[in-house]
């Protein structure tokens, strides 16, 4: 039997306009680092009312800068959520410093601020949440304990392009905010990231850390009598630039991009308001004054049904549903665990991500499909 075509838990939204723009930049002089850079920098920047935005060749990239520009090295400790992608705590390594995983709070997969407060030491130098599933973090309260504590407030809101909190764009708040450009995200350049910021320092530490720590600045040149060609390195930096070709999509997807959370809000509305009957599952909430950019919409099946959620993924599955699981908890990856991070770490993290379930939500899913999603829901309920 002809096994049914998956529907994709997200996919990219690429129209004849965001084609037409890259073509543009192919056939011009600059391939990398020319006019389109800086135009998606601006873009974004505006559009989160901040002075400054340094694109990136990937997310995980993108967090990396924003490790080197805070200062983060060896022997800090880094506050972070478990219930994250890796990168957000593998950069955290990769700067040489050590993650430290404090529990979430279970009714939005977002780090607790309590736990939070209570794991704060001497060592400490930074704080990095991560806006889980689209849904803004506690932005004002982690600001607050960050400023009192003099830590570094870093938010990975690879998921949260386009939600706002209080009125605000993520990207607003945090002293750094990282996005993610890939395929599944708010918006996409293939591969890409980029972070906000609102202070020059980071800024041109960003700037100096993307392109193999070189500076082309006269004024800012060590040496005293620099000649014309003269360039100076002078710190060690990466090739972590974004093409032009890459910026061209994303200043095309920017056009769009509140028509795409839009879209996204629309089936989550619909999701919530079809399946608000189920027996066996949990939906996610909504938090008053904080608006989701619906990158995920979570699924959780009840405590009591938790060893049957291998068996919902693997009949949404054979009936063509792309579902997946966000995450297993960073510390429970055997690199971690070779670490000597310990299970039960974070109880509530973990019990999360044994109850969880992301079905499909994205600009163009079809109404069919929604249906298609929510009827088979509903007779995998019955069967609980
Ligand atoms: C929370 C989070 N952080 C970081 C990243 C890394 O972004 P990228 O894939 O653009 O490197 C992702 C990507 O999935 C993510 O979901």
Redesign the pocket.
């Known amino acids: 039997m002809k096994k049914p075509s998956i529907i994709p838990y997200g996919h990219q939204t690429i129209r004849n306009d965001d084609i037409a723009e890259v073509v543009k930049v192919l056939k011009s002089n600059y391939l990398t680092q020319g006019p389109k850079v800086k135009e998606f920098e601006q873009n974004l920047a505006d559009y989160c009312g901040r002075k400054y935005a340094v694109v990136f060749s990937?997310?995980?990239?993108?967090?990396e800068a924003a490790y080197y520009a805070a200062g983060i090295g060896a022997g800090d400790e880094i506050i972070t959520t478990p219930l994250?992608?890796a990168?957000?705590s593998n950069m955290i390594l990769a700067r040489g410093a050590k993650p430290v995983f404090v529990d979430i709070d279970s009714s939005t997969g977002n780090l607790d601020p309590k736990e939070f407060e209570k794991k704060i030491n001497k060592k400490t130098k930074s704080l990095v949440v991560?806006d889980?599933a689209g849904m803004p973090a506690d932005l004002n309260l982690f600001k607050e304990i960050c400023n009192k504590n003099n830590l570094v407030f870093i938010e990975?809101s690879?998921?949260a392009l386009g939600a706002s909190f209080e009125g605000k764009k993520v990207g607003a708040i945090a002293d750094m905010t990282?996005f993610?450009?890939?395929p599944?995200?708010s918006i996409t350049t293939g591969?890409?990231?980029a972070v906000i910021t609102g202070k020059k320092d980071y800024y041109e530490r960003l700037v100096l850390f993307r392109s193999h720590g070189i500076i082309k600045d006269k004024k800012k040149f060590f040496s005293k009598s620099p000649a014309e060609w003269y360039h100076e390195m002078q710190d060690i930096g990466f090739n972590f630039r974004l093409s032009d070709i890459c910026a061209a999509l994303g200043v095309s997807q920017m056009r769009k991009l509140d028509k795409f959370i839009a879209k996204r809000k629309l089936i989550a509305k619909r999701y919530k308001k079809e399946l608000s009957g189920l027996k066996n599952f949990i939906l996610p909430k909504d938090i008053s004054g904080r608006e989701s950019s619906w990158h995920l919409f979570v699924l959780r099946i009840i405590p009591l049904k938790k060893h049957l959620r291998n068996f919902v993924f693997t009949k949404l599955q054979n009936k063509g549903i792309g579902v997946q699981v966000h995450y297993l908890p960073v510390y429970l990856h055997p690199y971690y665990q070779m670490l000597g991070y310990k299970k039960n770490l974070c109880p509530k993290a973990e019990f999360f991500a044994e109850s969880e379930i992301s079905i499909p939500i994205f600009p163009t899913l079809s109404f069919r499909n929604q249906s298609l999603i929510i009827k088979t829901l509903k007779e995998i309920d019955k069967m609980l």
Do not use: P
């Open positions: 990937s997310g995980t990239a993108a967090l994250t992608f990168a957000t991560v889980y990975d690879s998921h990282i993610s450009f890939h599944v995200k591969e890409g990231g």
